[in-house]
């Protein structure tokens, strides 16, 4: 009987060679480059105009609540109208007291040509409310509103048409209040309150003496809330004229101030700070 040799037994290189799945580099081909870019700007687009948007506060009309030069995250989705095709978001209507970015309803005079800007205020009337100020503080339905963060009312700041509203009619000359709101003011009051109608909002700002809001330019539609701010990402010292100087050469002079002065006049403690 033959007995069967035993084979050689393996080196250490010819084991590992056996063991080890064979490594093939694939390289990503311009195309797949391509591809995977697009597909970073598609979710970043979607996220920008579906979900939260960057808004920059331009005026001093939120102070102190919001201060020039707040960087905010706006939450798109909460306050917007509810959407079939996407049936498990969180929604709902905006209530009193809400800070809200939203569309002026009426249009400002930029070069010669119409422009509805984004502006943020706080709603301070729901449809059905009837509404008035008296010495500065806002009676809602009767009641008079607990609201620390409003600029308070004295004997020095005090104006007529905008502490004791509505009994100062809105004139156009008062102040800048538009024509239409001036003749449309008189339909909605009713025993000496102002009464927001169905699918409008009333709209004040925290400043309540250097805030052209709701007392100037009427109520807002229900379809023009874009959303409510979320928190403050990045607070920066901006005067309240830097965003209304306009032209290359300014742009980039702010460019380079904000590069020199960043760490010293980044408002860090506002950094992260959520908005009530």
């Not at 609540?65 to 709902?92: F, K, N, S």
Request: charged content about 20%; some cysteine.
């Amino acid at each position: 009987m033959t007995k069967k040799k035993s084979p050689a037994p393996k080196t250490p290189t010819q084991a590992e060679n056996e063991l080890a799945p064979a490594e093939v580099k694939v390289e990503e081909t311009p195309f797949e480059a391509v591809a995977s870019i697009c597909s970073v700007l598609v979710v970043g687009l979607f996220i920008l105009t579906f979900l939260a948007q960057n808004f920059v506060i331009p005026s001093g009309s939120m102070e102190k609540t919001l201060l020039v030069g707040d960087h905010l995250v706006v939450d798109r989705v909460t306050l917007a109208p509810v959407a079939r095709w996407m049936p498990l978001l969180r929604y709902r209507e905006p209530k009193r007291n809400d800070i809200v970015v939203f569309i002026k309803p009426v249009p400002d005079d930029v070069d010669g040509k119409p422009q509805y800007l984004f502006l943020v205020k706080r709603l301070i009337g729901e449809p059905g409310d009837h509404i008035h100020l008296r010495n500065g503080i806002v009676i809602v339905n009767g009641v008079a509103q607990d609201q620390p963060h409003a600029e308070a009312t004295t004997p020095d700041n005090h104006q007529d048409f905008l502490d004791e509203f509505p009994s100062v009619p809105p004139y156009p000359q008062t102040g800048g209040a538009t024509e239409a709101w001036a003749v449309d003011f008189p339909n909605h009051i009713e025993n000496g309150d102002l009464v927001v109608p169905p699918g409008k909002y009333f709209m004040m700002g925290d400043h309540r003496h250097d805030s052209l809001d709701s007392r100037f330019w009427g109520f807002v539609p229900r379809e023009n809330i874009v959303g409510r701010p979320l928190f403050n990402y990045w607070s920066f010292k901006t005067p309240e004229d830097a965003y209304e100087q306009t032209g290359l050469g300014h742009s980039l002079a702010w460019m380079g101030h904000v590069a020199v002065h960043f760490f010293t006049e980044t408002r860090w403690a506002r950094t992260l700070h959520p908005v009530r």
